[in-house]
């Protein structure tokens, strides 16, 4: 069965049994009625220029009390999270309630257009929706790494050049990759993208260094290949030539074997600390 | 297994018309006090949430006669089926899950009196329990919100009650499919959606919800099985004033905190207790607007089913930054610890640890990790809580974190088996980057990225509860899997490659095995018919019935 241990890295049959969230990248839902802008589907589409005009209004007559992002200032609440704003359809209510005003509260009542009411529910349910799509979550600056400490672990603790060549594999790396798909290549070049557990979206590579399956049948005839699948009944693997094929396994017959060319990295999952990743990251940034 | 011929077969079935609702009647009550055998009432089958069946005419030494009995294809034509909803036309044209990967059966069916009782997103259905039939079908339309699951139906006498995905209870009536009423829960614009089986004890329909993409308050209710109407409710946050508030930095953070509990609780009808496990608090990986224990989210929580009144709680979590609710099946069973024999619940965390406690007072037995890569804590605090280490908090440069949200386990339903003395649960040693990506002081939603790293491998794991060491551990290729045990010396459940599969629960060794047309997507049920043993198992839109071979 040892075998089989390794296999789960890289055969992804994930969705059925997990947790309670799609997979990524999938295309923004149409469905009628509102919810589901959360789980990274993107929720509804928005029309920018008004998003735009309405920030513009925003900042101007709201943004003193409630924060030019929305998300509350001095004296006025987070209206990405006020129930009155997310329960508005296109500004009817935002509109209703404007024009009164909460003024037992410091809140005054405003004099706008209609079109400029549409425009700053517009802005502020596009807020609401991209809070709420983490898909869409943009990630920072990562480069905090030592670059110097990288190249040192590159070369000793990591053992990274017994592999690694800066001048060879890995030459110009740094601008192949965005940083963030670089450090996440540097712990698994495989990435996700389907390959096992782990949600996020994986590297979007194609698959290289995938491993290699041997199947040798008690005749001593054997057959090698990408596996495709590998269960305690059946092995399923793509050979040189792209032809699937397929056994059945009954214990340890046929003779199962799977090398990965990524062991190295996959031993390392256990044993890494943020900060080697981190400088490691900065210093790979650097061949460019 | 020909599969594929059965799949003929029950296609021309289908012309003709279903009828006959002999042997259709209302749930008998005491039926939920008591292990299933010629029933599966509720949706863990008992309230205990053992998925543990005594009956044993299936066993070790006849498994591999056990053959294919129906399959039913969930229909999801909303032609001939009893339409109801607040939702527009259009919506059902829809799909039950589409872009979750396409319909899947996350429900375990009721079985009241030969009829099997399940429903999807938007969808519910009865079906001959003997023959694989469908009865009738209710489609719902929808007003929107996230399809991602269900997980079945509540009964009470000739009443059914399941959740929709834009959190509405609906209740209907068994013998015909028709509707009672349905209430609205919660607020789809919220970002609520709702796929919990509702828990029914005497007269209470226990329901919860579920939606963290923003930052909501969330509670279990209680409402009337004849009427719909609100008998209390529970926040999984505390307001001013209560015990827990402390642990919030003030009434702001904790209303907006999170906390859904958005599976069905188990119960003990001697204590009268009811174990509710909650969610994640909000922001959800964002930590800095909620400093404090973040009380009572990612927890276990007793109350009382009849006013909502919080007995007692263990925190699982205390203030998370990992999306790791505590929803997994708090499992309720009696045992030795030390010698003495205890009241005990057991629960496999999706944060990787294994606890126990004494499910009378809440106290901790024992915590102890049930996976190898587990690289989140500094051990445990003298509560038996785990004390997370603050520097795997998502940081905008990235840390490297095992479980990934996903978790070491999910809330497919373990097994807990007293013939072995075993905990079985599926697991994952997944890694992810965790990347803060809302720095603000007051964050929102999840407010951080995730990225999926690989891992060490999946494992179906048999842990000892007076120990908690994993006794075996069987590869398998899905992490989280639903699980069910008997007294026929058998586990079933699933390899995550498609495979429906017996196990030896001593060994995890695989005893025999159906290929289906998806990975089963909860866990097995079982239940004696006509005096035979039925294995009922939902795998993506289809249900599979299986007996032995006369």
């Given amino acids: 069965m040892k075998a089989i241990v390794i296999v789960t890295l890289f055969v992804g049959l994930a969705a059925l049994g997990r947790a309670q969230q799609p997979p990524a990248g999938n295309p923004p839902r149409t469905q009628g009625g509102r919810g589901g802008g959360g789980f990274g589907f993107g929720g509804p589409q928005f029309d920018q220029a008004a998003v735009d005009r309405g920030q513009q209004i925003f900042v101007a007559q709201c943004g003193f009390c409630h924060g030019s992002n929305a998300t509350g200032g001095q004296s006025g609440p987070d209206l990405i999270r006020s129930v009155m704003v997310m329960g508005d359809e296109g500004g009817q209510q935002l509109g209703e309630f404007l024009k009164v005003g909460r003024p037992d509260k410091g809140m005054p009542k405003f004099d706008l257009s209609q079109q400029q009411i549409t425009d700053i529910a517009t802005f502020l349910h596009q807020r609401i929706a991209a809070a709420a799509n983490r898909g869409g979550y943009k990630i920072l600056n990562i480069l905090v790494g030592d670059a110097k400490a990288g190249e040192a672990f590159f070369n000793g603790a990591g053992k990274c050049n017994t592999c690694h060549s800066v001048t060879g594999d890995l030459k110009g790396i740094g601008a192949k990759y965005d940083p963030v798909t670089l450090q996440g290549r540097i712990v698994m070049p495989r990435g996700r993208g389907g390959f096992g557990p782990g949600r996020g979206r994986g590297m979007g590579e194609p698959q290289r260094s995938l491993p290699t399956v041997t199947v040798t049948l008690p005749s001593g005839e054997s057959f090698s290949g990408v596996p495709v699948r590998i269960t305690d009944f059946d092995v399923t693997l793509r050979d040189a030539s792209g032809v699937l094929r397929s056994f059945t396994r009954d214990g340890d017959t046929p003779k199962v074997e799977v090398k990965d060319p990524l062991q190295a990295h996959v031993d390392m999952l256990a044993k890494w600390k943020d900060s080697d990743i981190h400088n490691l990251t900065a210093y790979l940034v650097t061949l460019k | ?550």
């Fill in chain 2, 1 to 550: 297994m020909k599969i594929k011929k059965y799949l003929l077969t029950s296609g021309f079935a289908l012309l003709f018309v279903p009828f006959a609702l002999f042997g259709q009647g209302p749930l008998d009550p005491s039926l939920l006090l008591k292990p299933a055998t010629d029933a599966w009432p509720t949706y863990h089958g008992d309230y205990s949430g053992r998925h543990y069946s005594p009956l044993k005419q299936i066993n070790a030494s006849n498994v591999k006669g056990l053959t294919l009995a129906w399959i039913y294809r969930a229909n999801l034509s909303p032609t001939g089926a009893i339409i109801g909803g607040e939702g527009p036309e259009s919506a059902l044209a829809g799909g039950a899950g589409n872009e979750f990967g396409g319909p899947s059966i996350k429900a375990m069916p009721l079985m009241v009196n030969g009829v099997l009782y399940f429903a999807m997103p938007d969808h519910a259905y009865a079906v001959d329990a003997r023959t694989g039939r469908q009865i009738w079908h209710y489609v719902w339309k929808t007003r929107g919100g996230i399809h991602i699951g269900n997980r079945g139906m509540g009964m009470y006498g000739n009443w059914l009650f399941f959740e929709t995905p834009d959190n509405y209870v609906v209740s209907l009536d068994a013998r015909t499919g028709k509707e009672r009423w349905h209430k609205l829960i919660a607020d789809v614009k919220q970002e609520y959606f709702s796929t919990p089986a509702p828990l029914v004890i005497r007269n209470h329909v226990i329901i919860g919800m579920g939606g963290d993409s923003l930052d909501v308050p969330g509670w279990l209710e209680s409402r009337d099985p004849e009427t719909g109407e609100i008998q209390w409710k529970w926040y999984t946050t505390p307001r001013k004033g209560e015990p827990g508030f402390e642990t919030w930095p003030d009434e702001y953070s904790a209303a907006h905190g999170g906390g859904m509990p958005w599976q069905p609780p188990t119960y003990d009808p001697e204590l009268n207790l009811l174990y509710v496990p909650t969610g994640n608090p909000n922001p959800v990986m964002a930590g800095q607007s909620r400093n404090g224990d973040n009380l009572w989210t990612a927890s276990i929580v007793a109350l009382n089913p009849d006013t909502g009144k919080m007995v007692w709680y263990f925190q699982c979590s205390p203030h998370d930054t990992h999306d790791w609710d505590a929803t997994q099946v708090p499992v309720l069973f009696d045992g030795q610890v030390n010698g003495q024999p205890r009241k005990l619940l057991a629960q496999a965390c999706r944060n990787g640890f294994f606890f126990v406690l004494d499910r009378t007072n809440g106290k901790n037995l024992l915590s102890r990790p049930f996976i190898e890569s587990l690289n989140w804590h500094k051990g445990v605090d003298a509560k038996g809580q785990p004390i997370r280490d603050p520097e795997k908090d998502p940081q905008i440069a990235g840390v490297l974190v095992s479980p990934s949200s996903d978790g070491a386990t999910n809330w497919p339903a373990p097994s807990f088996n007293p013939d072995t003395g075993l905990f079985y649960v599926g697991t994952s040693q997944s890694y992810a980057m965790f990347y803060l990506t809302d720095t603000d002081p007051h964050p929102q939603g999840y407010g951080a990225a995730e990225r999926g790293v690989g891992g060490l491998g999946s494992y179906l794991r048999a842990i000892d509860y007076q120990t908690g060491k994993v006794v075996w551990k069987h590869s398998t290729l899905g992490g989280a899997q639903g699980l069910l045990s008997t007294a026929g010396g058998l586990l079933f459940g699933s390899d995550g490659a498609g495979n429906f599969v017996a196990y030896d629960p001593m060994s995890g060794k695989p005893l025999w095995h159906a290929g289906l047309t998806a990975n089963p997507s909860n866990a097995p049920e079982t239940y004696l018919l006509d005096g035979r043993q039925y294995v009922v198992v939902g795998a993506g839109d289809s249900l599979y019935a299986f007996v032995l071979q006369q």
